[in-house]
Every structure is written in C-alpha cells, then in structure tokens.
C-alpha cells in the first residue's frame, strides 16, 4: 500500500512537471525585450484593475454620500414643516385670544348700554350695534343672541308701559323699533294690533276736530 501511494505522488508530480514544461520552455524563448514588454502589459493589467477598484469604491462613496444628502433633505424638510405647522399653530392661538378680547370688550360695551336703555340708539353706539358686532365675529354666540332677545323684550315692556299710559303714538314707535329686529315676534304684534285699534278711533276725532277748527 506504501509503495502505491509513493507511486501515485510522484506521478502527480511528473504531470504537473510536464504540463509546466512547455509554459517554462515558451518563456524561456522571449527575449529580452519580449520579457520586458511582457512585464509591461502585466503592470498596465494590474494597474487598470486598481483604477477600476478605485472606480468602483468611489462610485460607492458618491452613491453613500447621495443617499445621506437625500436622507438630510428629507430631515431638513420634515424639520421645515414642523417648524411652519408650529408658527400656524401659534398664530392661530393669538388670533383665537385677540377675537375672545374683542368679544369681551364689545360685550360689556353692549351691556351698558341695555342698562342706559341705548337699545338701538345713538348709531353705532348702542347695544343692539354692540350684539351684531359680536355676530360678525362668531355668529353663534349665544350671549350676543340672548342680548338681541333681551333688547325685543325690553321693547315689549316699554310699548306695553306707554299703552297703559294712553301714549299710542309712542307705543307705536317701540312696537316698530322692536320689529325691525324681530319681525315674526308675536307679543309686538299684538301689541301693535292692540295700539292701532285704540289709537284709530282717536286719530278720527282729531281729524274731524282739526277740520271743524279750520271753518
């Protein structure tokens, strides 16, 4: 089994003597300028591989610094829209506290002047003006609303007050006042029902009156 196994090496190692021969013979056959132009093509080969390995790990470098500079881009913008959806959201905030302000001003200007009876006079100055201002602003205001309601009853107890003191022509003018701010209300129209129909036979009498002082 030894001497097979010596056999068998050093076959081996005559092939691969004899397939090295023809390499070594052709070599040896160059001359000296072959040889040399020989080394010459080797060390442009290698060197054109070092340019493509420096290629490609350059390529490498430019697609990792595109892919951080898209990343930056990314954060910058995100950063950008956080930064403008805070300033909105601040400027929203100021604005909600200058509108509550102006809502607080304009209501106690409109309380006083329900208590002063300035319901819907002087112009521009009175509560009536006040409450419709609120309105513009935000037109549910429930206060604003309350306060215009206010005012049309206020309007029915002065028309009411001026009947019981037989003055219809006056009645008549807080009837009106109060219905140009509630048409449909149904308490100011029976009281202009009422003042018409006790006002009429008088306002006949004066007629006849004026005319029989007239002869």
């Known amino acids: ?10 076959s081996a190692e005559l092939t691969e ?6 390499i070594l013979a052709k070599a040896a056959d160059k001359t000296p300028e072959e040889t040399q132009a020989l080394t010459r093509s080797d060390s442009l080969a290698q060197n054109q591989t070092n340019d493509n390995i ?10 990792n610094k595109n892919e951080l500079s898209e990343v930056q881009a990314e954060k910058n913008e995100r950063e950008e829209r956080e930064a403008r959806k805070r300033e909105e959201e601040a400027i929203r905030l100021q604005l909600a506290r200058e509108k ?17 009876y300035h319901l819907t006079t002087p112009l521009n100055d009175n509560a009536l003006f006040y409450y ?14 309350d306060g215009i309601n206010e005012i049309v009853a206020q309007y029915e107890v002065l028309a009411h007050n001026q009947l019981d003191k037989y003055q219809y022509r006056k009645a008549q003018q807080y009837i009106n006042r109060g ?8 308490r ?28």
């Open 54 to 63: 420096a290629n490609h790990h350059l390529q490498e470098v430019k697609a």
């Open 188 to 215: 100011l129209l029976e009281l202009q029902q009422q003042a018409n129909i006790i006002y009429e036979p008088k306002r006949a009498f004066k007629k006849v009156t004026d005319y029989f002082q007239k002869l």
């Open 179 to 186: 219905l140009s701010i509630e048409p449909g209300n149904k």
């Open 1 to 10: 089994l030894s001497l097979s196994l010596w056999f068998f090496k050093e």
């Open 17 to 22: 003597l004899s397939e090295a021969m023809p």
């Open 100 to 116: 509550q302000l102006t809502i607080q001003t304009l209501f106690a200007r409109a309380e006083e002047n329900l208590k002063k």
């Open 132 to 145: 419709q201002q609120i309105l513009d602003l935000e037109s549910n205001n429930a206060q604003a609303l």
